[in-house]
């Protein structure tokens, strides 16, 4: 499918979950509080440690940003910290990063994440949205992008196979850009460890897995160029300071982080099973979320929502919603027993 630049409005919004003022607007009735499925973020996150009132009166220095990309590039597997750059946030990249080359062929493999597309039409760019990867031997896109895994089937595209299209796009002065999001969970198809390469660029999120989405906090990994050209678009103090604190810690917990994964495992094939052993068909998902199809004759959606279940459905796509973990016992046996029946 092709998407023109005009297609895609500067102003339009992408539909996004945890929007609980539309769940409440839409289902007025519904038990409070909302219980948020829709986000896929960790409802477990990371404990906060103590944070100075330095950190909230002083501007961030920048002994903390490289203690921050010093721990990052440790945690993702990069081999120096020249390559990453922090962000507020990975929408900022990824409405930043098309304006770094001159407009050109951009393949997006869809269905995925919403604010890609747009963001690269915005720049200018011609974008494609493709069902499928292209062949390392055939005719390739400027830029190539992909979500791996795959929000929101979890759609999984083994490491080898992207590195093969990274040095076939580079040869050509291409870039293979890939949106790791939700790799904190699947560490071993990440292809941070190849960082350096020509034109492979990487996006990390770290609210998602660290359960802490408010303190918005992203990275860009990638050539020492690009990514100073992308910090020098930022500017300083791209990062608040009390977030430097907390994530420069998070990165650094290897304990937390392996007891997260096998805790996210865990209720991954808590909820699959529920759902299956209700009739619903499970169609896709990581351990942070779950994409179902609503049974014949059933708006899933609805039923969820009018029980204080908020969910994230798929205009595009009717009958598919997404739902991600109950964050206690109690919220995730209402959930079972509101699935049971339907």
């Not at 009390?242 to 304990?255: E, G, H, N, Y």
Request: glycine share 10%; hydrophobic share 45%.
């Amino acid at each position: 499918m092709m998407v023109s630049a005009n297609s895609m409005e500067a102003g339009a919004a992408q539909p996004h979950g945890g929007d609980l003022a539309a769940a409440s607007a839409l289902f007025p009735q519904a038990p409070r509080p909302w219980i948020d499925l829709s986000t896929g973020i960790n409802p477990w996150p990371y404990p906060l440690p103590d944070i100075p009132a330095s950190a909230w009166a002083r501007l961030p220095e920048p002994a903390q940003e490289r203690a921050l990309c010093a721990a990052a590039a440790t945690a993702y597997g990069v081999a120096d910290p020249a390559l990453l750059v922090a962000a507020p946030g990975s929408q900022i990249l990824i409405q930043t990063l098309p304006f770094l080359r001159a407009p050109g062929h951009v393949q997006v493999l869809a269905p995925t994440y919403g604010e890609h597309a747009p963001a690269w039409a915005r720049a200018g760019h011609r974008v494609e949205q493709v069902a499928g990867l292209p062949s390392p031997d055939g005719p390739l896109p400027d830029v190539l992008l992909l979500v791996n895994p795959n929000n929101p089937d979890g759609r999984i595209v083994p490491p080898a196979s992207l590195l093969a299209l990274a040095d076939a796009l580079a040869a050509r002065g291409g870039w293979l850009v890939v949106d790791e999001a939700f790799c904190d969970l699947m560490q071993e198809l990440s292809l941070a460890p190849g960082i350096g390469r020509p034109g492979l660029l990487v996006l990390r999120s770290f609210g998602k897995f660290y359960g802490l989405a408010g303190l918005r906090l992203g990275f860009l990994l990638g050539p020492e160029s690009l990514v100073a050209a992308m910090a020098d678009r930022l500017g300083p103090w791209r990062v608040a300071g009390p977030a430097l604190l907390v994530a420069s810690q998070a990165l650094a917990d290897i304990d937390w982080q392996t007891a997260t994964r096998a805790r996210l495992a865990s209720a991954h094939q808590s909820l699959k099973t529920a759902l299956t052993e209700a009739g619903i068909e499970p169609v896709g998902g990581t351990a942070l979320f779950q994409l179902v199809r609503s049974p014949d004759g059933v708006d899933l959606f609805t039923a969820l929502a009018q029980a204080g279940f908020w969910t994230r459905r798929f205009p595009d796509r009717p009958g598919l919603i997404r739902l991600g973990h109950p964050p206690d016992a109690h919220s995730f046996g209402r959930l079972c027993q509101i699935l049971r029946s339907y």
